[in-house]
């Protein structure tokens, strides 16, 4: 079982995360308003480790425990290393969140006619 802080989508309920329409776009260059989405979601991320650390090293201080000599010795069993690619798989499913959406609303848009269309259009060109 995996901690409370290492929850992935499967843990939580389900939430209808996709916004209806069309999205706003504050940058011409395309591509811009998705790379700055995904910075924001790892400075978010950032933020909350280093708050957690913080904490941990402060807790570990008061308790006389060298947390960073326990930290380098420390050898992951094979259940905390599904536990960290759990979670590191979610998280990048969070990063690249607006490329997935978008790439899933282009697919959508697929037909079997375009494709026909595409394919016609390469062999006469």
């Not at 290393?81 to 848009?109: G, I, P, S």
Request: charged share 30%.
């Amino acid at each position: 079982m995996t901690d409370s802080t290492h929850d992935t989508d499967a843990d939580r309920p389900h939430v209808n995360r996709h916004a209806k329409g069309k999205r706003p776009e504050f940058y011409d260059t395309p591509g811009v308003d998705q790379l700055f989405s995904m910075v924001m979601a790892l400075a978010s991320e950032l933020t909350v480790m280093r708050d957690r650390i913080d904490a941990q090293e402060r807790v570990a201080k008061q308790q006389g425990v060298d947390l960073a000599a326990a930290i380098d010795a420390l050898e992951l069993d094979d259940a905390a290393l599904h536990d960290r690619e759990a979670w590191r798989q979610d998280f990048l499913n969070r990063l690249f969140y607006m490329a997935q959406k978008d790439a899933a609303e282009v697919a959508a848009r697929e037909t079997a006619d375009g494709y026909t269309e595409t394919i016609r259009d390469i062999a006469v060109n």
